[in-house]
């Protein structure tokens, strides 16, 4: 079965947590593989789905891109010496990982 949607929030805490969970149930025999595999297809399309229709907050980004990389369609952005500025207020960072994937159709 093929997915739609992105799996990167799968490495998210929400997603390794879900995914850790699953794998227990398997291995106690308390679900089947299908069921999970079933269970992380529907959290792949709720998380896109959410994000993208109820996540309304801008975040201006101002660094100095260290590498950029592309394959697939999915864009890797290292930035350095991070200030990320959302509703006035500020946040710095060392280096950020952004990644982002064009828009798939539902």
Known sequence: MSSR???LYRETTVGM???NTLDELVASHQIST???ER???QFDKSINTILST???NRITIKA???TYQCCDEVYTFLLEDVVMTSEGEKITSDCLKVVTCKKLKQ
């Open 17 to 19: 947590c879900l995914q």
């Open 34 to 36: 299908d069921l999970a």
């Open 64 to 66: 100095p891109l260290r």
């Open 39 to 41: 269970v992380l297809l």
């Open 54 to 56: 109820h996540l309304k």
């Open 5 to 7: 949607y992105y799996e």
